[in-house]
């Protein structure tokens, strides 16, 4: 396997060593951080600011490829990466680069002078250093964690923007829909509008309490526009125009929604250079590794290829992930009534049940491995989650012999790699080929 290691890797590791991976809510160290900076939160151009529990990072990728499309230079921060830290910082449409990633991470260590802070929190302060450096026409901020007390929370959006919001990181920010969303509700801000993606009905109350106390009228999808899959185009419908756009390029129904909530967020943000055609243009263009991607390079897809099967790759992780996943897979089994086989890993604090149950209809097969994470589960104890979602379910060593295994079974199956944006990341690693750019 190529060795992917890079410049900054060094600073990092370093980072993480002073700071663990550790999730500490709360915004006193970012203020402290921000202040011993410059207030780089101050400085940067209009900001679009994404929460949600899923469908987040797919939702930043149109809303860029849209402004893109548009020739606006745009920012993007996103977590977590999946090959390269270096993911999670484009700087006005590219990657940061390994020198300038590197001299950053060494000028905000230098600001924080040894004070308690987490890996997030530093690394936030780097992104926003970054991008108040460096000119742009948008900035394009996905919240970590939560919402009200993540590090991304000291940003003034110029509209806020919030994905569809289910049950995930229980042990953070709460064990019902309600407290999950007044945590996603943070990102509300008083002057920013705010976009909704459709909610469940308690999240939707959550929001509009929020909204009212901002003194903001919530736009929600179901309620003051909706977007739906029509004869395979994305229609927009606001309250003052109906919008006729092609195709989400990101596989699965559930795209079209995440897709016309991006379109939804640049209509608030309401600037002029964005237009249909560009909002076309994004929407057919846009790209996300490990979203149901199609893998047609790298010695997997190789592998696959060689014995006639697709291969797919997604790093959905929860219950609602798990059923959009599924619809997409149900429609390739529509389509040729093949088998469908689940090579899985999760963390060992995700409901795995949850998340394989909506294959059960399908009747996939689970080959369950493991990835090289602390917080990794076993892979007996997903194969045995997979058990009780009613599915049958084999514990595998590595991930090759997992795939040697579903290669071997006739009809050749669809193949899906799924449960985890750490095994989505091994697998992108194996050549660069597969690097997100």
């Known amino acids: 396997m190529t060795d992917h290691l890079r410049v900054h890797d060094a600073a990092l590791a370093r980072l993480q060593a002073l700071h663990p991976k550790l999730i500490d809510l709360s915004l006193d160290r970012m203020w402290r951080q921000c202040a011993a900076l410059g207030q780089p939160q101050d400085r940067l151009p209009p900001v679009i600011h994404v929460a949600g529990t899923n469908g987040k990072g797919s939702t930043v990728a149109y809303l860029r490829a849209m402004a893109e499309a548009a020739g606006l230079k745009v920012h993007v921060f996103t977590s977590p990466h999946l090959v390269r830290f270096a993911e999670r910082i484009r700087l006005a449409g590219t990657l940061i680069t390994d020198d300038h990633l590197a001299e950053v991470l060494e000028r905000v260590e230098a600001a924080?002078?040894?004070?308690?802070?987490?890996?997030?929190?530093?690394?936030?302060?780097a992104a926003l250093v970054a991008f108040a450096d460096t000119p742009a026409d948008l900035c394009i901020v996905e919240v970590g964690l939560g919402g009200v007390?993540?590090?991304?929370?000291?940003?003034?959006?110029?509209?806020?923007?919030?994905?569809?919001?289910?049950?995930?990181h229980r042990e953070f920010l709460g064990d019902t829909i309600g407290q999950i969303a007044a945590e996603k509700a943070g990102i509300i801000k008083p002057g920013a509008p705010v976009v909704s993606a459709r909610q469940w009905q308690e999240a939707e109350d959550v929001i509009d309490t929020a909204a009212a106390l901002a003194g903001i009228e919530p736009v929600m999808m179901g309620r003051e526009f909706d977007a739906w899959n029509e004869r395979g185009r994305l229609l927009v419908q606001m309250p003052d125009r109906l919008l006729d756009l092609p195709a989400p390029s990101l596989p699965g129904d559930h795209q079209f929604a995440n897709a016309g909530l991006a379109v939804a967020g640049l209509l608030a943000l309401a600037d002029p250079r964005i237009d249909e055609a560009a909002m076309a243009a994004g929407i057919a263009g846009a790209v996300w590794?490990?979203?149901?991607?199609?893998?047609?390079?790298?010695?997997?897809?190789?592998?696959?290829r060689a014995a006639g099967a697709d291969l797919w790759l997604d790093?959905?992780?929860?219950?609602?992930?798990?059923?959009?996943?599924?619809?997409?897979?149900?429609?390739?089994?529509?389509?040729d009534g093949r088998p469908v086989v689940l090579i899985s890993a999760l963390l060992a604090n995700k409901d795995a049940t949850g998340f394989f149950s909506?294959?059960?209809?399908?009747?996939?097969?689970v080959y369950a491995v493991s990835f090289a994470a602390t917080a990794a589960a076993p892979a007996a104890q997903?194969?045995?989650?997979?058990?009780?979602?009613?599915?049958?379910?084999?514990?595998?060593?590595?991930?090759?012999?997992?795939?040697?295994?579903?290669?071997?079974?006739?009809?050749?199956?669809?193949?899906?790699?799924?449960?985890?944006l750490y095994l989505a990341g091994e697998v992108l690693a194996m050549s660069e080929e597969t690097w997100p750019q």
Do not use: M, W, Y
Not at 149 to 167: E, F, G, K, M, Q
Not at 359 to 365: C, I, Q, V
């Open 315 to 335: 790093g959905g992780h929860n219950p609602h992930a798990g059923q959009a996943v599924a619809r997409a897979l149900g429609d390739l089994v529509a389509r």
């Open 382 to 420: 997903t194969a045995a989650a997979a058990e009780l979602a009613g599915l049958r379910a084999h514990a595998c060593e590595t991930l090759q012999d997992a795939l040697a295994k579903a290669l071997a079974l006739s009809p050749v199956p669809h193949v899906l790699i799924c449960g985890s």
């Open 149 to 168: 007390l993540d590090a991304t929370n000291v940003v003034t959006p110029a509209v806020s923007v919030i994905a569809p919001i289910d049950l995930d």
């Open 358 to 365: 909506p294959f059960a209809p399908l009747k996939a097969e």
């Open 112 to 125: 924080n002078a040894g004070l308690p802070i987490t890996f997030f929190e530093i690394t936030t302060a």
């Open 289 to 304: 590794p490990a979203r149901f991607q199609r893998l047609t390079a790298g010695p997997l897809a190789v592998q696959a």
